[in-house]
């Protein structure tokens, strides 16, 4: 079975500052690895994701993750946090693109002006 | 592409009623299509994987006949929330596998609340 744990329910930066979202996963096979960001009422909205080769992933709006296999993690960073960047954030794990997702219990960044 | 709507944004019911819930793929076909709950400040949750065709397959601790779900086209899915009761007040997302693409694309939500 996989699952996810994402540490921090609740992480707070200042406007300009570093964005670190952490995500460990377990999976017995390689893993495919999401980030989404949902915000207030809405849907979920891909982020980026990880299904081979490359190991550092960009996605939308300035944010990138890394897949580190011998960590079993795929943290999320943004060098330079914007107000706009506050909602909660899920990291998620698959085994395959028709599969379903196993989805962390979510982060919810606040950016502080 | 690969764009999945879900119909009605949003709904209100009184308890005891059905409520049904539509998930399409609008610009392509999708056999599989996963349906998830999220609780409020919760995470999403799997509820059943409806294959276009068969018959559903539920995760455990989800009541098949209280969760009604009919695939009966390649880009409709439908998710009926039987005599639905304050309890089942949530938000369902689904989603819709792209097999030439060997991803899914996720739904907007329906937000249900039950009074």
């Avoid at chain 2, 409520?19 to 299509?33: N, P, W, Y």
């Amino acid at each position: 079975a996989q699952s996810v744990t994402q540490l921090g329910s609740h992480v707070s930066v200042s406007e300009g500052a570093l964005v670190l979202l952490r995500c460990n996963y377990s999976s017995s096979v390689p893993p495919y690895l999401f980030w989404y960001v949902q915000y207030p009422n809405q849907g979920l909205q891909l982020l980026l994701k990880y299904t081979t080769g490359a190991t550092l992933v960009k996605g939308i709006n300035g944010f990138e993750a890394e897949f580190k296999k011998s960590e079993t993690s795929f943290h999320l960073t943004k060098p330079s946090a914007h107000m706009s960047d506050a909602a909660e954030y899920f990291c998620a794990v698959t085994l395959s693109g028709n599969t379903p997702l196993v989805f962390g219990k979510g982060t919810r960044l606040s950016v502080i002006a | 592409g690969a764009v999945v709507s879900q119909h009605p944004s949003r709904v209100i019911c009184k308890s005891g009623t059905s409520v049904k819930i539509e998930c399409r793929s609008l610009d392509f076909q999708a056999t599989t299509m996963f349906w998830y709950r999220q609780f409020p400040k919760q995470s999403l949750m799997l509820m059943a994987t409806s294959n276009e065709g068969s018959k559903a397959t539920y995760e455990q601790g989800v009541e098949k006949d209280k969760f009604l779900i009919n695939h009966a086209s390649l880009t409709l899915s439908t998710l009926t929330v039987t005599s639905a009761h304050p309890e089942d007040s949530s938000f369902y997302i689904c989603s819709a596998i792209l097999q030439a693409k060997n991803e899914q694309f996720f739904g907007p939500g329906t937000r249900l609340t039950v009074l």
